[in-house]
């Protein structure tokens, strides 16, 4: 499955098309190499998302072999999840 749709299709970003700009813009790595949103997604793969307030660590535990509602339990688990201090302009 394309990178950007089991970001979607496991409910940690909302639509496709941001799925996509975080992947162009290098904010998503996966096994710690920046990817591209159709890069596929292996079991077992760590993805890593960096957010502007937050970086999460995830293990991929099941690739769906379709798009379709699966709990996001059986998808993925959360190795780490960091909150980053906010940036203030100087």
Do not use: W, Y
């Not at 409910?11 to 998503?28: F, M, T, Y």
């Not at 998808?75 to 940036?87: G, W």
Request: glycine share 4%.
């Amino acid at each position: 499955m394309r990178l950007d749709l089991f970001l979607k299709t496991s409910r940690l970003i909302k639509r496709r098309s941001v799925a996509r700009e975080l992947c162009d813009a290098g904010r998503v790595l996966i096994n710690g190499h920046e990817s591209k949103p159709a890069k596929e997604v292996k079991q077992g793969d760590l993805i890593t998302l960096k957010f502007s307030t937050r970086t999460v660590e995830i293990d991929v535990l099941l690739v769906p072999a379709s798009s379709k509602k699966i709990s996001t339990e059986e998808l993925f688990k959360v190795r780490s999840s960091i909150r980053l201090p906010k940036e203030t302009d100087v």
